[in-house]
């Protein structure tokens, strides 16, 4: 079982920036994905950014396309979002998910329990 945690949340002001760190306990299988996904209250879960392993091929969420940048060190199991120029609609909890397979974009197997932001 992969235990995800995560760091890095914070609160800030509009156009500031955060980096969002997320280490996992043990690698995964060669082929996984990880994602960013953040949840606001009232709100639905959503997937922000994924990487997957296999060839580094990345994935965001069109309103966050220029502004974060999802990234990987695989030697030491973590994953990170560099998150710029940040708006009051990025508050929400953030949540490190991860996932064995190549489709990105289906069910993800580990989560962690989240590192909060708030924009204002």
């Known amino acids: 079982h992969v235990q995800l945690v995560e760091s890095g949340g914070d609160s800030v002001q509009p156009g500031g920036s955060l980096r969002l760190s997320c280490v996992a306990s043990?690698?995964?299988?060669?082929?996984?994905?990880m994602g960013w996904f953040r949840q606001a209250p009232g709100n639905e879960r959503e997937r922000v950014a994924s990487?997957?392993?296999?060839?580094?091929?990345?994935y965001y969420i069109n309103s966050e396309k220029g502004r974060f940048t999802i990234s990987r060190d695989s030697v030491n199991n973590t994953l990170f979002l560099q998150m710029n120029s940040l708006k009051a609609d990025d508050t929400a909890m953030y949540y490190c998910?991860?996932?064995?397979?190549?489709?990105?974009?289906?069910?993800?197997?580990?989560w962690g329990q989240g590192t909060q932001v708030t924009v204002s």
């Open positions: 990487i997957r392993s296999v060839d580094g091929e990345t």
């Open positions: 043990k690698a995964l299988y060669s082929s996984y994905c």
């Open positions: 998910a991860a996932r064995d397979g190549v489709v990105c974009a289906r069910q993800y197997d580990y």
